[in-house]
């Protein structure tokens, strides 16, 4: 039974963690943050809540999760608007099959036409969408109100989270973890220790020589405020053009890249990036708005940022106890997609820490080791999309 949990990391994933630790009883959670809460990738996150994904586990915690954001509604700005995923030709079997599997699931969606999508969404340009997809319990909300939040529950029930503390290493005592040493030498004993540091966990592993394949990718974002008020229109995964689009404050829309071919030219270093689209991407962007949506009366780019993905081989997470040291569980590498799984994460790894395994049968445990990169087996979709690598 554990006693004393350290969380390395204030990002969405390690106050989701300390909020579901203290809520299964375990009062003595410290959260230990470099910097400030919610000031890595969570503070860059789109938001957008959806529940499909081409892999099963990771389409079930979105639906566990979903629930969460209903109950905090505006509390952390969600808004329903609905979610759909457009595709041409090519992808309309993975299309099908993926929504087969996501209603196996119990996933609330429809498979809908053109003629259903124009009449959801009046701006949008369809002649090129052969099918698409529909989730009415879809939408998008704000990813630091989300933290914050965690946080504060987690603090109602004994956590505490100390801010400008960066860790310096994991201590270990033969196969056990023992605790974390603070760059300023202090050190702070617990009998467990969880590594939710994003891209900078690989870091703190690697003092254990415990190799955690990481890359830092880029991604760059797009305001684009329409000329008018926009009524409430479902966020929008492209899978034609590559983009996805969503509502942002009255008459503004967010896009964002989906379109990964390149990724490894946009590796880089994330604590040292551009945190603005480069004119190409602008030029390349604002094309594929206006395709989509020429519905739009006076469009233009009000400004632009980027942020960074942690991003693992398959791009999929890695939430598992590592390295052979009892006690230590590593919970990273969500690729851009950890927002709306978040409240599941936090589920799942305090199934770990006290069960020892997870205890929802859609979610299974092994799905998330760190042992599938080596052994060659990657977690990948049964269904992918072609040229849409986003959906994993
Ligand atoms: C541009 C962008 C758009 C996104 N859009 C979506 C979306 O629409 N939907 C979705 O589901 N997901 C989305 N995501 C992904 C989601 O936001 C992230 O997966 C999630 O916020 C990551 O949370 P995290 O806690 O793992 O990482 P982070 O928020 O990066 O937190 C890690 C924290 O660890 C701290 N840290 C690092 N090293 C140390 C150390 N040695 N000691 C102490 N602290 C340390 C860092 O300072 C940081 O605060 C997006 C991400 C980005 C970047």
Known sequence: M????????????GLSIARALTQRGLTDVLVLERHQLAGGGTGKSSGIVRAHYGVPSIAAMAWRSMPVFEQLGDQVGFRQVGYTVIVGEENVEPLKANTAVHR????????????QLARLWPMMEVGDVALASYEPRGGFADATQLALHFGQMAREQGARIRQNTPVARIRTEGDKVTGVELEGGEVVAADVVIVASGWWSAKLL???GIDFPIE???SELLIVDAGEPLPNLPVVSDLVSLQYCRLEGAGQFLVGNSDHADFQKKFVDPDNYSNIASEASVEKYAEKVMHRFPGFPNPSVTHTYAGVYDVPPDWNPVIAPVGGVDGLILCAGFAGHGFKISPAVGTLVADLVFEGDS???DIPATDFRLERFAEGRPLTSPHPYIGAGEMR
């Not at 554990?2 to 994933?13: E, Y």
């Not at 196996?104 to 003629?115: A, H």
């Open 359 to 361: 205890t929802d049968p």
């Open 2 to 13: 554990a006693r004393k949990a350290v969380v390395v990391g204030g990002g969405l994933i």
């Open 104 to 115: 196996s699931l119990g996933i609330d969606v429809d498979l809908i036409d053109s003629d």
């Open 206 to 208: 690697s003092g254990l």
């Open 216 to 218: 830092a990718y880029r």
